[in-house]
């Protein structure tokens, strides 16, 4: 699916989002350019859906993090659900997921009392039945998605 310089581009921005053409030409051997029109061909695949800065959340006051496993109410639309939750704006991320709950919500808040007061409003919203929440005392790592074709490149050398 990937040659080796996508391979190469892909780990780079990965790491650093903010790499430019000129570092990554000289990276890979190939021209700017070149790897202008590479870059371009994975973002229109949607290989590449963006960029973004990565804040730490404490240092912009949402010192609490917590998974919040949500199950939705029998007979009620999901897709209404789904709408809900995401226009709930402490909601990080949000997956459907097999188990006792469909919902897996990743939430971050200021304090124990704003996430308590979340709680209040998710558990109030039309379509949410049950909630359980896990509160992250600490965490040990966040890292970029894994790259599979990296783990592959290792072991052919």
């Given at each position: ?9 892909l ?44 804040l ?47 919902y ?54």
């Amino acid at each position: 699916m990937f040659d080796a310089v996508d391979r190469k581009i892909l780990a780079r921005l990965r790491e650093e989002g903010r790499t430019t053409h000129a570092q990554l030409a000289k990276e890979t051997g190939l021209s700017a350019p070149a790897i202008g029109e590479r870059v371009r061909k994975l973002e229109q695949a949607g290989v590449i859906r963006g960029y973004r800065a990565v804040l730490d959340p404490e240092r912009i006051g949402l010192a609490i993090c917590a998974f919040v496993h949500i199950a939705p109410q029998p007979r009620k639309p999901a897709h209404d659900l789904v709408e809900r939750l995401l226009g709930l704006p402490e909601v990080e991320e949000l997956h459907a997921v097999a188990g006792n709950y469909a919902y897996v919500a990743k939430v971050r808040v200021a304090t124990p009392a704003a996430l308590d007061a979340f709680l209040d409003r998710l558990f109030m919203l039309d379509g949410v039945e049950r909630t359980e929440t896990v509160m992250v005392l600490r965490t040990n790592a966040e890292r970029p998605m894994f790259l599979p074709f990296l783990a592959e490149d290792e072991t052919a050398s």
